[in-house]
């Protein structure tokens, strides 16, 4: 069976945890964060699981786990 190849657009923002889930990083955080609460932008800077609804998308993309 011949390779597959990776999404490389979804390798730079997608990492799999041990478990075998997708971490990804928040939004609407890279500018304008003058307007935006400290709190807000501290929250930002966490990392959030990827949805179920859109795992599986991603796993087809990341075929060798990203």
Do not use: C, W
Request: charged share 35%.
């Amino acid at each position: 069976m011949p390779k597959l190849k990776t999404n490389k657009a979804a390798s730079k923002r997608f990492r799999q945890t041990k478990t075998g889930r997708f971490k990804r990083s928040m939004a609407y955080g890279r500018h304008l964060k003058s307007s935006k609460s400290a709190k807000r932008i501290r929250n930002l800077r966490k990392a959030e699981v990827v949805s179920q609804e859109d795992a599986a998308r991603v796993r087809r993309m990341l075929p060798y786990g990203g």
